[in-house]
Structure formats: structure tokens, C-alpha cells
């Protein structure tokens, strides 16, 4: 059977960061709580002339630079930040990508799983169509209200994915285990700009969905845990991936690696690796837990934040940048959105994937992003932009594409 998945994966973020031990420092909290407790440093916060749509055009940009548009006849753009209650995010972001006409281009939603939905939806297409590339995007900014438990959790990050036969990344695997369940632990209602969250029954609704979907895939006869070498986990927030890496160590029996990263990763980890792991198992080895990189799929995320649907192929990107022994080895990925669906898959990853490493890019992205004060970013989370009159936005963005303002309650955007 012609192998399916992954050819080429991009990662974008916003202008700004939010820096947790400035947030710590004006709420008189101990920047510990946040760096361990939560496991993150830092989240990405737009600029007034950034969005879902943005972010999305500047992580599939560099896709289509590469390889062309050839064969793309859709896009599925997975999302729960959307711009507009009926187009699609995804057709502006055709439009600034110069995208063929002869496209299909959708909308996909449920909470932050929605992309794996995309994702399967498109190893469909082409496994009726091989010729056909699906070009899948997840795009996202996590927001909470000011002062609540969910507030340090947020971040904003968008992943291009192009899928195709014979792919240069990941082989996708046939069988997944699913888990769906109507519960209430986080959901936004149609007039909020903010999620609303129960956060204890959120933690335990993941780990539910975790067990459901673990379940299924054993039942649907896929791989026992002894079979696959890395996992990796929606990322709210890493300490979350750990919590979950804990969970399945549990049902699973198998003794795994539970340490994330102790601290900030240092600038400059494009070269020196992923400095502030605690302890670090090995494959080969028969004393102390598996590695199935934990720590290093969890680097860009503890930057980032939550980007809702995009933060399982953060994940997934920091491990690919980040892990050199992975040709051939067998991923277990676990999706997981509120409300909720949970789905856990496979895939193998092919030889030669090293050769597509984004990490001194996505590095330098992290990096060059602009600190808020906490003066300027309270300001900037309040800011609510009219829809009802015409609105141009301050030129902010370093970004290659913005959105410049609403013009006939139409949302506007151009490149940079
Ligand atoms: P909280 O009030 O920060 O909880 O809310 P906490 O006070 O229990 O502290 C959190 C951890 O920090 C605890 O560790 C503390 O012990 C530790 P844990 O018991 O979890 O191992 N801690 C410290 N550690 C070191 N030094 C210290 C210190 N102080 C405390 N000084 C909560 C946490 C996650 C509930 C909150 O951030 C929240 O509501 N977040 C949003 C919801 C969320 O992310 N849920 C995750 C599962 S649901 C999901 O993943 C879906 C989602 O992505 C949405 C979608 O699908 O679209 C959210």
C-alpha cells in the first residue's frame, strides 16, 4: 500500500511574548508555579494586525515556496479562533498565498482536536486521489480571561501541514483509537472572545479521553505501547504532556520517561540541544524509563503556549528538530479536545527527515519575538475591535502578512 502522511510541516507564532516571570512578578506569584508547576515559560501574544489567518498564511507560505502548489485542490483549515461565522479563515489565506482557483477550502471545529479530524479527513482524499497534496493548517490563539487559572495557559502558534503520497516525514498509520464524550470543561460561547474553563474537570476529562482512546486502539488491534518509541500529547500546557505520559505509563505498564524540561530553554538551543532536561533516559538502555521524548517534544510548546489545534504538531516539530534518532521509529500521537474527542494514532517516521530540521528558524522566530510589559499586554488582551465600522490597525507585525483593518465589516489583510 502506497505510504501516507506528512511530506512537510511548517510552524509560525506572533509578534509578541508574554514573559511568565514578568506575569509572576506583577501577581505576586512564585515563578516556579508556572516554569514547573505548569511547565511553560513564556506564551505568544498578536499584535493588533495579527490573527488566526496570518499566522497560518506565514506557516503555509514557506510550504508552497518549496514544492508549488501542484496538486493541492484543498485546504482544511482546523481552528476554534475563527474570524467570521460562515467563510472560512482558510480563504484569505488562499487568497495571500496566490492559491489556485481550483480549490476546495473548509473550516473544521471541535476545541483543539480538530486538526487530527483535518489531518485523517486529508490522508482520505489522497488515499483515493494520490495524486493529490491536501494542504492542512491549524491555526490558533488561546485566550482566557485576566485574572482567572486559565490566563498564564494561553499562547497562539498556527502548523502547515502538506499531505501527500510517499511523504518525506511521516508514513500515517491506519489504525486509531477514538473517545468521544459530552462534557462541559471548556468551550466558548458564540459572544465571548474568552474560553470558559472548569480547569480540575478539564485535566480529568484529558485523562479520561486518554484512557478511552488508548483503549480503542487496542481493540482496533493496533500497536502495543512496547512497539512504539516516541509519544507525544496535545500540550495545553507540558506539564499537562506529563501528567498524560504518567497516565499511560499506568495503563500501559510500561515504565516511561515522565521529566520535562526543569527551566527556560536557553536562546540559542538551535545549537546546543535541549539544555534543562532533568534526567535523560535511553532507548538502549536496561536500567530507568524509555525515552519517548517527552522533554524534547515539549521545548517549543513551553514557549509558545496553548495553541489549541496546533499544539500537537508543535509538537510533533520540536521533536523532529530536536531528536536525531528517529528514522524508522514509530510515533504515538495523542489528540485531544475539549468537549470532548480524543484520538490516538501512529505513524513512522521516515529516513531522511532530518534533512527538513526547521530549528534555527523556528528558534530565531521564538526568539525575536517583542516582550509585552504587563501594562502593554493587559491593555492589548482588553482591546476588542469593532466589527460595525470601518478600522484600520496599527502596522505592528514583523510578519510577513497582516490584517490590516475591517472595511464594509469585512475583514482586510495583505502582506507585510
Ligand atoms: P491552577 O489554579 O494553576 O492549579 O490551575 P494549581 O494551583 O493546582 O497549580 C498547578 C500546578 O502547579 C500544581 O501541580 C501545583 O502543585 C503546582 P500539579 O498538582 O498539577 O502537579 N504549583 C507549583 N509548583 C512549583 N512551585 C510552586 C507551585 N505552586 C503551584 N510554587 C489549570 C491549573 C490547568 C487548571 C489552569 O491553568 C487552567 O484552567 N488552564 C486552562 C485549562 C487547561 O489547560 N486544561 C487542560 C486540559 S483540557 C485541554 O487540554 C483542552 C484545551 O486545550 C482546550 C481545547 O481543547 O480547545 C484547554
Redesign the pocket.
Known amino acids: 500500500m502506497t505510504p501516507i502522511g506528512i511530506d512537510d510541516i511548517e510552524l509560525a507564532t506572533s509578534h509578541h511574548v508574554v514573559r511568565l516571570d514578568d506575569f509572576a512578578a506583577a501577581n505576586g506569584t512564585?515563578p516556579?508555579?508556572f516554569r514547573?508547576?505548569?511547565g511553560q515559560d513564556e506564551f505568544s501574544f498578536p499584535a493588533p494586525d495579527e490573527d488566526v489567518v496570518t499566522m497560518a498564511a506565514a506557516a503555509a507560505a514557506p510550504i508552497i515556496e518549496r514544492s508549488g502548489a501542484e496538486g493541492i485542490r484543498t485546504m482544511l483549515f482546523a481552528t476554534?479562533s475563527g474570524i467570521d461565522q460562515s467563510k472560512a479563515a482558510g480563504m484569505a489565506v488562499h487568497s495571500l498565498l496566490d492559491l489556485p482557483s481550483q480549490m476546495r477550502i473548509v473550516e473544521v471545529k471541535e476545541?483543539?482536536y480538530s486538526a487530527t479530524a483535518a489531518l485523517q479527513a486529508a490522508v482520505g482524499i489522497v488515499t483515493r486521489s494520490p495524486g493529490q497534496r491536501v494542504l492542512v493548517i491549524a491555526s490558533d490563539v488561546a485566550r482566557y480571561e485576566l485574572d482567572t487559572?486559565?490566563e498564564?495557559?494561553q499562547g497562539a502558534g498556527a502548523v502547515a501541514m502538506l499531505v501527500s503520497a510517499d511523504p518525506e516525514l511521516l508514513e500515517i498509520e491506519p489504525v486509531s483509537g477514538l473517545n468521544s464524550a459530552d462534557v462541559d470543561?471548556?468551550w466558548r460561547p458564540n459572544d465571548s472572545s474568552t474560553a470558559i474553563?472548569d480547569?480540575?474537570l478539564?485535566?480529568t476529562?484529558?485523562l479520561d479521553a486518554l484512557t478511552g482512546a488508548w483503549t480503542d486502539l487496542s481493540a482496533q488491534g493496533g500497536p502495543a505501547m512496547a512497539e512504539i518509541d516516541r509519544v507525544l500529547y496535545?500540550q495545553?500546557?507540558t506539564?499537562?504532556a506529563k501528567k498524560a505520559q504518567v497516565h499511560l505509563a499506568g495503563l500501559t505498564g510500561e515504565d516511561l520517561d515522565t521529566d520535562i524540561v526543569a527551566g527556560p530553554v536557553p536562546s540559542g538551543s538551535a545549537e546546543t540541544g535541549p539544555a534543562g532536561v532533568v534526567s535523560s533516559a535511553s532507548d538502549s538502555g536496561s536500567t530507568g524509563p524509555r525515552d519517548t521524548g517527552l522533554a524534547t517534544s515539549t521545548l517549543y510548546n513551553r514557549r509558545l503556549g496553548?495553541s489549541?489545534t496546533a499544539s500537537l504538531y508543535a509538537g510533533l516539530c520540536s521533536l523532529l528538530d530536536h531528536d536525531e534518532d528517529l528514522a524508522g521509529r514509530r510515533i504515538g500521537l495523542f489528540s485531544?479536545?475539549?468537549g470532548s474527542v480524543g484520538e490516538f494514532f501512529t505513524a513512522r517516521v521516515v529516513p531522511g527527515y532530518e534533512q527538513h530540521s526547521s530549528r534555527q528558524a523556528v528558534t530565531a522566530a521564538l526568539d525575536a519575538r517583542v516582550p509585552l510589559s504587563m501594562d502593554a499586554y493587559r491593555a492589548l488582551h482588553a482591546t476588542e475591535l469593532p466589527s460595525a465600522e470601518d478600522v484600520s490597525t496599527p502596522k505592528v507585525t514583523a510578519g510577513p502578512f497582516r490584517f490590516a483593518g475591517v472595511k464594509g465589516r469585512a475583514r482586510i489583510y495583505e502582506r507585510s
Request: aromatic share 16%; net charge negative; charged share 15%.
Open positions: 512564585d516556579a508555579k514547573l508547576g505548569l476554534e476545541a483543539c487559572p486559565g498564564p495557559t470543561d471548556f474553563v480547569g480540575a478539564s485535566v476529562a484529558y496535545h495545553p500546557f506539564k499537562m496553548n489549541y485531544y479536545g475539549s
